[in-house]
């Protein structure tokens, strides 16, 4: 028999205790900036150089967390199950724990692309991105960070994953922005689907879904190694 799928969604709060400030929590990353300046291609026309600090800034706090124990126990579910990551974070902290699948709907701060063709990717590490630094076809480098009103290239790939889970777990996110929140409705009704974030996300007040009100670091440990437990027990 074929592992079963797990699918797991991920947003700011599994991060959170790793040092990485949420979006709207308070005291969160939209409390401090305004999103139409740093995080729209509006705002990258306007202010190149804000939003080029900003990133640069999250870069570096990216580079300098480490994985918690929610990204740590989600690696070790790979030994018992097919494991698909589908992150909105733009921190590495999943592949630092080990995950093997980690699709990222938001993009990665690791990577800098072109100002016109989002395809033509380089990889720059923890290094910044200044005005002047210039692609392969001559244009500017920016964030390959899909920005509010862009595309999200990995929409269609996640949504396949998502439809042929077996589980889906949802961690530390508010499913307040589309299109990667519309990805829960891609799930197979009969499926268990759970929700681990201190609050609960308006979205999934629908019925069908079991909501464990914890911290990352602490749920998910626990549902990991019940889900382990089960399977194990299912096999003998
Ligand atoms: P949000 O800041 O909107 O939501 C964070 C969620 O994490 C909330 O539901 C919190 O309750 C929860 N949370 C906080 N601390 C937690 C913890 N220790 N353990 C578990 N959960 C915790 O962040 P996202 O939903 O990820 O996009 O935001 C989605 C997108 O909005 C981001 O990818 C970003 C942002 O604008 C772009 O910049 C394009």
Do not use: C
């Amino acid at each position: 028999m074929p592992n079963k799928k797990i699918v797991v969604l991920t947003g700011a709060g599994v991060s959170a205790e790793s040092g990485l400030s949420t979006f709207r929590d308070s005291g969160g990353l939209w409390d401090g900036f305004d999103v139409n300046e740093v995080a729209s291609i509006d705002g990258w026309h306007k202010k190149p150089q804000k939003v080029l600090d900003f990133y640069n800034l999250r870069r570096i706090q990216a580079a300098k967390a480490l994985p918690n124990l929610a990204h740590l126990h989600l690696k070790k579910l790979e030994e018992n199950f097919e494991v698909v990551i589908v992150t909105q974070n733009v921190d590495d902290l999943h592949e630092r724990a080990g995950s093997s699948n980690v699709i990222h709907l938001h993009g990665k701060l690791s990577e800098a692309r072109s100002e016109v063709d989002p395809y033509e990717i380089i990889e720059i590490g923890i290094n910044n991105i200044n005005i002047g630094d210039i692609s392969k076809d001559g244009t500017q480098l920016r964030p390959a960070i899909v920005w509010f009103g862009e595309m999200v290239p990995m929409i269609e790939i996640a949504a396949h994953e998502v439809s042929t889970s077996d589980i889906l777990i949802v961690i530390g996110t508010s499913l307040a922005v589309y299109p990667a929140a519309g990805l829960i409705h891609y799930a197979k009704n009969e499926i268990r689907k759970i929700i681990i974030d201190p609050s609960k996300p308006e979205l999934i007040s629908l019925s069908g879904w079991e909501h464990i009100p914890k911290r990352a670091t602490e749920g998910v440990p626990e549902l990991v190694n019940d889900l382990i437990n089960t399977i194990l027990n299912e096999r003998t």
